[in-house]
């Protein structure tokens, strides 16, 4: 199968999959806050990311550390299989003590505490179901995920949605988050053993203390870089409440909703691109441009949304009142994701070029950096405060991504037609266009219609085009 086949089916896949994903935790969390309103709502969203910043040391790094090994050496695939799975289930126990001791301590709700505990068994199962999507995506079988991710999320929805529309009890909501999630990862394991039947795990961790070092760099930074943009979520519980946390995540799952266009693009593309540098192919550089200038596009596009239309999108979405005081939060929400988007590209390339302990390094420090500014300024200044150094934290790190592959694009800058989409941007702003069409709808039907008809024909060339819509045998 050619380069371009290749790449647009294991995008769609996994574009099926993060989209099952997606739909089934944003409308989850969409119907709670509208259900039960926002201190309810901050309880349970507020338990969710706990056990999902857990997940990060459960993980660890392993989902990419496996893809991109599997990627480079296809033939190697019994071996490493044999070497990792092994310390990632040591790491998943770990990371379910450290859960539960953390639980215990932590100066929050009992309510919370019990929902955390639900969540606990929710995030062993998760993360050896992303042990399994990790070898999936490292074979370039992203259908294996598509499938599983999306019969469990739309069981999901389903069961969870008719739970929260009778206002059962939220335990009784997160214990079926957690059964559904075991059923998924019952059927990812049958479908693993019928493409890698008799293996024997290595659990010797003496000698397999050479690949920590590996294991050690992908997994820090998985930990840091969630968690310099996850953090303020607890600390906001733990701060500020129940009722402060519940409308910072109002916004926050918009954002992550709004993040799901480059998870969606960087990790379909992951498994190629490492593949094709590692073989010394240039196809990669062209790849990765594409992939700039659709991240820079979109980013630029969603940013402008969320900054120009806050109240309508809260509204329209939670219809209570009471997340309507997120507005401003929404407003430079819209800045946060456009910087994410912009340098996202820039990050992914260090993973490709088997610079991670670079990536990792500036994850650890943005990390400490929001810690330490929302623990003195939250208190004082409230929740607002915390999206500010969201905002700074982000691009503090992007920069240090850029600088760090600068050489190899730097050269993509050079080119004016970057201007272009922004001027489009001032022009959607101005009191011109908005009393040229009074209907917000109405604006935004045609801002992204606009928008994206002008920048696909400007701002691609003609072989990008290509590479986007065309499925040819080569990458000319």
């Not at 390094?361 to 999206?387: H, Q, R």
């Not at 922004?422 to 101005?430: E, H, K, N, P």
Request: proline share 2%.
């Amino acid at each position: 199968m050619s380069e371009i086949s290749l790449l647009k089916r294991n995008s769609l896949y996994y574009f099926i999959s993060s989209l099952a994903r997606l739909v089934a935790n944003s409308l989850i969390f969409i119907i709670i806050a509208r259900i039960f309103g926002a201190e309810e709502f901050g309880l349970f969203s507020t338990a969710h990311t706990l056990s999902t910043l857990f997940l990060l040391l459960a993980d660890f790094g392993f989902d990419i550390l496996i893809t991109t090994e599997i990627a480079r050496y296809r033939n190697d695939i019994r071996k490493i299989v044999s070497k990792y799975f092994p310390i990632k289930f040591v790491f998943t126990l770990a990371a379910a003590i450290l859960l539960a001791i953390t639980n215990l301590l932590l100066p929050i709700p009992e309510s919370s505490k019990t929902l955390v505990f639900i969540f606990l068994f929710n995030m062993v199962f998760t993360s050896l179901l992303n042990l399994l999507f990790a070898f999936f995506r490292g074979i370039e079988k992203f259908k294996y995920e598509a499938i599983v991710s999306s019969i469990s999320n739309f069981g999901l929805l389903t069961v969870i949605g008719g739970l929260a529309y009778f206002q059962q009890d939220l335990v009784i909501l997160a214990v079926s988050m957690v059964a559904i999630r075991l059923f998924s990862l019952i059927v990812a394991y049958t479908i693993f053993k019928k493409n890698l039947d008799k293996i024997v795990l290595n659990f010797n961790f003496v000698r397999l203390r050479v690949e920590f070092k590996k294991v050690m760099i992908f997994g820090f930074h998985l930990l840091f870089g969630t968690l310099f943009f996850q953090i303020d979520s607890i600390l906001i519980l733990a701060i500020r409440g129940e009722f402060d946390a519940g409308l910072y995540q109002a916004v926050f799952k918009l954002m992550m909703i709004s993040l799901i266009i480059p998870d969606v693009l960087v990790g379909a593309l992951m498994p190629t691109l490492t593949r094709l540098y590692s073989n010394g192919d240039q196809k990669w550089m062209a790849i990765n441009k594409v992939l700039f200038k659709c991240l820079y596009l979109t980013g630029l596009l969603v940013g402008f949304l969320f900054f120009s239309y806050p109240e309508f999108i809260l509204d329209n979405i939670y219809k209570k009142t009471e997340f309507l005081d997120s507005v401003f939060i929404l407003k430079l929400a819209g800045i946060v994701v456009f910087i994410r988007y912009f340098f996202e590209s820039f990050a992914a390339s260090l993973t490709v070029c088997d610079k991670q302990s670079r990536r990792t390094i500036t994850v650890i420090v943005a990390s400490f950096l929001s810690i330490s500014l929302n623990i003195i300024f939250l208190p004082i200044y409230g929740i607002t405060v915390s999206i500010v150094i969201s905002i700074m934290v982000n691009f503090i790190a992007g920069v240090f991504y850029l600088t760090f592959v600068s050489k190899s694009f730097l050269l993509w800058f050079v080119d004016l037609k970057y201007v272009f989409p922004l001027l489009l941007i001032v022009f959607f702003s101005t009191p011109f266009f908005n009393e040229l069409i009074n209907s917000e709808i109405t604006r935004i039907i045609v801002s992204v219609f606009i928008f994206v008809t002008l920048t696909l024909f400007i701002n691609f060339s003609g072989k990008e085009r290509q590479l986007l819509f065309a499925i040819k045998d080569n990458i000319a």
